[in-house]
Nanobody, 125 residues
Framework: QVQLVESGGGLVQAGGSLRLSCAAS????????MGWFRQAPGKEREFVAA????????YYEDRVKGRFTISRDNAKNTVYLQMNSLKPEDTAVYYC??????????????????WGQGTQVTVSS
């Protein structure tokens, strides 16, 4: 059972930046593909970004492409989401998730086996 713990959320003005971190408890982390999702009040959880186990390939939802960057450090069992040029519509609870199929990009939440508890990101206008 992989445990994931997110951190780095907070309140930021539009145009600002935040860096989210997700620390995993287990060594198999390096073989998993990792994803970031977000959920705004009253909305479904949606895909944001994913990275394969090797860290060489990344995939982004169109609305965050060019503003967000997903990365990982397998030696530290940690995945990151650098968020720049934040907009009020980016406000949501952000979750990291682990997909045991490390070499596949998945955008559906149901494809991810392990989830963190979430961290709140609020962008003021």
């Amino acid at each position: 059972q992989v445990q994931l713990v997110e951190s780095g959320g907070g309140l930021v003005q539009a145009g600002g930046s935040l860096r989210l971190s997700c620390a995993a408890s287990e060594r198999p982390f390096s073989s998993y593909a990792m994803g970031w999702f977000r959920q705004a009040p009253g909305k479904e959880r949606e895909f944001v970004a994913a990275i394969k186990w090797s860290a060489g390939s990344t995939y982004y939802e169109d609305r965050v492409k060019g503003r967000f960057t997903i990365s990982r450090d397998n030696a530290k069992n940690t995945v990151y989401l650098q968020m720049n040029s934040l907009k009020p519509e980016d406000t949501a609870v952000y979750y990291c998730a682990a997909n045991v199929f490390g070499d596949i990009f998945q955008t559906a939440p149901s494809q991810y086996a392990f989830w963190g508890q979430g961290t709140q990101v609020t962008v003021s206008s």
